[in-house]
């Protein structure tokens, strides 16, 4: 056990893979040399050498195009996008091609990549620093969208991601590289080595991709968040002192139902967080899955609390991100309803 | 007629946007009297290590092996055997009576769609008889002479057109966009350029699996306007990839001229050039220089010397698609006046003059395919054509991902339970 953040934990699982399998690259944009604007792969290249963690030309499309090809011929790329925000030159290659390689040849081809951006709000990087497109990738049939939001849940996970022979998009919280941020910016950031969390095993394990994690047993509302918005909802439940159970669903495709709708069935109630817009953002999805299984136990509107229907703003950062207050308002009116 | 807008640098703008325009429009006499080709044996061949910035005149040039009077010359001339030229012949002519039949079937409504690549068999022919199967093709919808040399069963080829029980990709891929790994031919997709630049990544692949494999991408004259095109010349340069980037310049994207992809402004071989590639500019319409320039291409690659980019100048003879009337937007008949002829008939002309082949003998052949082709189809279609037969439709949610998840599980129960 080492106690790590979570960019270490990243750059430890990629580390240990790469140890493990000969066929696991590393590359994208300032990822080589200079291990990544977040540092994520820093030591690779001087570790595995250039062949396998290099820097890439400034193309996003052509960084995932040269991944697919690669995984179609035996090897498991694993590429960085330096922020999610960047990431819609590779669309047409993501949703056209890896995403349907494996369905269009009969399983004759299939594209085992797994693509990491950092993606999230909270760090005042404005309209193309901080966005969250993740239901842009869950529509997708063929893509597994996953996101973390602790670096022991960030290591397990991203082996996970390698492992799988389906295409991965790997979403990182960059707001919570460091520490884990509750939405109060006015206060100093607890560093991880102060959570339990931090606590990461030094080789190989796995946290299955599609398994929702429990963060806090309640029984008055269910809160599904993930992402940075796991500690806003814990903080929002500690501050409303309304017994909450937030779950943290890591994985959106696949989806771990099965938690989701146990939970619900004994809350009655539900609260769904994210900093994504609102107008068929995961949410929705949600909703509608919720509304769908539990229908004769829901005692109250499904809430959704949510980014703005906005362009991710710079000046009115605090008042786009999601507050611990707005989420403990959220819950407030899912408990008094009815 | 058509004249192109004045863009002369003496003018003062016109608020007329200078829009390529096409030599001829339907109503017009066939002419390509505005194309210059360069006689056989201009081109010289240099060694495969030589320096790309040495050769840049093949990228302006024409190679070109076969004249007029079928006669073999130059230094790209593969002096192939009377066998190979055989053979070549026969998979052009059986891939062009497969296309036949195939449009036919299609207005016979046996199938929903079709694309021929009728003057362009020599292209997709010769690079799969110079490349093997251990090489990956990333092929464009109109390289199935590639399948057709390569001895892929027919029959597989239809009942993926028709989508029957027994299509291989079961049901789930519109008609030709065919997958043949053991064939070295690479899963289709209808999404035009997005294969240029992972082509460059299989071929990166193969040098860090440290094999002499290399991959062969094609690419239309209207598609090398998609940013796929820049990225795959790029990655290609920059990682020094064993990889061929074909271009085939067939002068039509649909209904549009290959000036609206900038074919006008330099040659489409000349793009590699700004990226450090070689680039050679090959008559498409001849199989030997055809030849001649994967080969050497090819060896380039295998070499560990990296990418090379070949423009094929040919013409598209017939419409884009069994959807599409080119009537409606160039003159008739104009593919009979394309100046470079067609391959199979110079291919046939120059075994005639070596008197390796006859007319008879080509007839023979010609009767032979037919047949060949028809049992194939009569074998297809007793599987069934579109509509009369299907895989099981519970293929529909498998492979989508390596196992199914619970969504897909209960759709295909609500789907089959019906």
Not at chain 1, 17 to 42: C, H, I, N, S, W
Not at chain 2, 179 to 195: E, H, I, P
Request: charged fraction near 20%; include cysteine; charge should be negative.
């Amino acid at each position: 056990m080492s106690t790590m953040n979570m960019i270490q934990a990243l750059n430890s699982a990629m580390d240990v893979m790469m140890e493990r399998d000969p066929t696991v690259l590393v590359f994208g944009e300032d990822a080589g040399y200079f291990g990544g604007v977040f540092r994520a792969t820093d030591g690779l290249q001087r570790k595995y050498g250039v062949s396998r963690c290099f820097d890439a030309p400034i193309a996003e499309g052509g960084i995932v195009a040269t991944a697919i090809g690669m995984g179609a011929n035996g090897l498991r790329p694993v590429v960085e996008i330096q922020f999610v925000d960047y990431i819609y030159p590779a669309y047409d290659q993501l949703v056209s091609e890896a995403a349907r390689l494996r369905y269009r040849s009969n399983g004759e081809f299939s594209a085992p990549i797994t693509v990491r951006s950092p993606y999230g709000g909270g760090i005042m990087g404005g309209q193309t620093h901080s966005q969250s497109p993740e239901a842009i990738f869950t529509h997708v049939p063929g893509l597994k969208t996953v996101i973390p939001s602790t670096p022991y849940d960030a290591k397990g996970m991203l082996i996970s991601a390698i492992e799988d022979d389906d295409p991965v998009i790997f979403l990182e919280p960059k707001r919570i590289y460091n520490g884990p941020f509750d939405g109060h910016h006015d206060r100093p950031l607890q560093p991880w080595a102060m959570h339990p969390a931090s606590e990461v095993p030094a080789g190989h394990y796995t946290v299955p991709l599609g398994s929702a994690d429990i963060r806090r047993s309640g029984k008055a509302v269910t809160v599904l968040a993930y992402g940075t918005m796991v500690y806003v909802a814990l903080a929002a439940v500690a501050e409303s002192g309304i017994d909450a159970e937030v779950i943290d669903l890591r994985s959106l495709v696949p989806l771990d139902l099965e938690t989701i709708e146990a939970s619900v069935k004994k809350t009655g109630r539900c609260v769904i967080v994210h900093e994504a817009p609102q107008t068929s953002g995961f949410a929705g999805e949600l909703i509608a899955l919720i509304q769908q299984h539990c229908f004769y136990h829901l005692e109250a509107p499904i809430e959704r609390v949510t980014g703005w229907d906005t362009p991710y703003p710079h000046a009115f950062e605090w008042d786009y991100f999601v507050s611990p207050a707005r989420v403990a308002a959220a819950l407030r009116r899912a408990v008094e309803a009815v | 007629m058509n004249q192109p807008a004045d863009t002369s640098p003496d003018q003062v703008p016109t608020g007329a946007i200078a829009v390529p325009q096409p030599h001829g429009r339907p109503g017009d006499e066939p002419d390509f009297s505005h194309l210059e080709f360069p006689p056989v044996g201009s081109a010289r061949r240099p060694a495969v290590d030589e320096s790309p910035a040495q050769m840049r005149e093949l990228a302006y040039g024409l190679i070109r092996v076969l004249d007029a009077d079928g006669a073999a010359g130059g230094e790209w001339n593969p002096s192939l055997s009377g066998e190979t030229m055989r053979r070549a012949l026969r998979a052009m002519v059986l891939t062009r009576t497969f296309d036949d039949r195939m449009f036919r079937a299609h207005r016979q409504g046996k199938t929903s769609f079709y694309m021929k690549c009728t003057g362009e068999e020599a292209i997709g022919c010769a690079q799969a008889m110079v490349l093997g199967k251990d090489d990956m093709f990333f092929p464009t919808y109109r390289v199935q002479g590639i399948l057709i040399t390569r001895d892929y069963p027919l029959v597989q080829m239809m009942n993926q057109i028709y989508s029957n029980a027994s299509d291989p990709l079961q049901g789930r891929q519109l008609p030709i966009l065919y997958s043949a790994r053991d064939y070295g031919f690479f899963s289709l997709s209808g999404n035009v350029g997005t294969q240029y630049c992972q082509a460059v990544g299989w071929a990166m692949a193969n040098t860090y699996k440290n094999n002499t494999n290399i991959a062969s991408a094609f690419i239309g004259d209207g598609s090398t306007a998609t940013y796929d095109f820049h990225h795959a010349l790029n990655f290609a340069a920059v990682y020094r990839a064993p990889v061929i980037l074909n271009i085939t310049n067939n002068q039509w994207a649909i209904s549009s001229f290959q000036g609206i992809a900038g074919g006008e402004q330099t040659t489409f071989a000349a793009r590699g050039i700004g990226f450090g590639l070689p680039a050679l500019r090959v008559d498409g319409n001849d199989f030997l220089a055809v030849y001649a320039a994967t080969d050497w291409a090819a060896q380039r690659a295998r070499k560990g010397l990296g990418a090379t980019v070949i423009e094929f100048y040919t013409y598209r003879a017939e419409g884009h698609s069994t959807s599409d009337d080119p009537s409606k937007y160039r003159p008739k008949d104009e593919a009979a006046h394309w100046p470079m002829g067609d391959p199979i008939k110079r291919l046939k002309q120059h075994l005639i003059a070596l008197g390796e082949w006859s007319e008879e003998q080509h007839a023979a052949m010609e009767a032979e395919l037919f047949a060949q082709v028809r049992t194939a189809a009569r074998e297809a279609e007793a599987v069934g054509t579109l509509g009369q037969s299907r895989p099981p439709v519970g293929k529909m949610f498998e492979q989508v991902f390596t196992a199914p998840d619970w969504r897909l599980e209960r759709q295909r129960q609500e789907v089959e339970g019906q």
